[in-house]
């Protein structure tokens, strides 16, 4: 009898486990769509090859965006953050057939800067935003007393 219900403790486990680790859909979604987004910010941001990464976007992305704007966007982003160090990934957002990708990434003159990527189901990028995100001095309210204390 206790092999029995040793048994069938045994087969219960093993068929939770099964259902726990089974992948969804969604994660075979976001598998895809996350290594076209990397790959894109490899070739954009590290590499800093515009001309490659316009040809990495998806065809909504290549309406959008000529190799000129795209050029100037290169630039723009090289002069005022540089070229990005690391990146963690932070979220992923459904939008209908889109999907908004976002991470947290150190370029070389800021510390913290958020990347939103859109992205289509086929991983392909389509639109993208980078947002410097500028850090509070947490020890400000305490340079204000101690000027109102030397007073």
């Known amino acids: 009898m ?21 992948a969804t859909p969604e994660a075979e979604t976001l598998s895809v769509e996350q290594q076209g987004a990397q790959k894109w910010m490899e070739t954009m941001l590290v590499k800093a090859d515009y001309k490659t990464a316009l040809s ?10 000529t190799e000129k704007q795209m050029k100037e966007k290169q630039e723009a982003i090289l002069k005022n953050l540089g070229k990005m160090q690391k990146h963690q990934f ?17 370029f070389e003159k800021y510390p913290l800067v958020q990347c939103d990527i859109i992205v289509d189901q ?3 990028v389509i639109a993208f935003g980078l947002s410097p995100i500028q850090q509070q001095k947490q020890d400000a309210g305490a340079e204000k007393d101690k000027k109102k204390t030397k007073k």
């Open 56 to 65: 990495q976007l998806g065809e909504e992305g290549k309406k959008a965006l």
């Open 2 to 22: 206790k092999k029995h219900i040793l048994a069938l403790c045994l087969a219960c486990l093993v068929a939770m486990s099964a259902n726990a680790f089974a």
């Open 122 to 124: 086929k991983g392909q």
């Open 90 to 106: 932070n979220a992923w957002i459904r939008l209908g057939k889109y999907d908004r990708i976002v991470y947290a990434a150190q």
